[in-house]
């Protein structure tokens, strides 16, 4: 049913095929080349280093 949806759509439709790079693909790898979160703030404090002041809220 799905196939003559889109067959009644494009019938009288003009179709252009275009072969370009897609802006959304080029984005998204640009994305992904990326670095990520910066390790200053990706890593967790140790036990050692946290006092039991650093879990309270600021007053």
Do not use: C, W
């Amino acid at each position: 049913m799905t196939l003559a949806a889109v067959d009644r759509l494009v019938h009288h439709a003009t179709i252009f095929e275009m072969n370009v790079e897609s802006y959304r693909r080029r984005s998204a790898l640009q994305r992904q080349s990326r670095a990520g979160r910066p390790p200053t703030y990706a890593t967790i404090k140790t036990v050692g280093e946290m006092s039991p002041r650093d879990n309270q809220a600021a007053e």
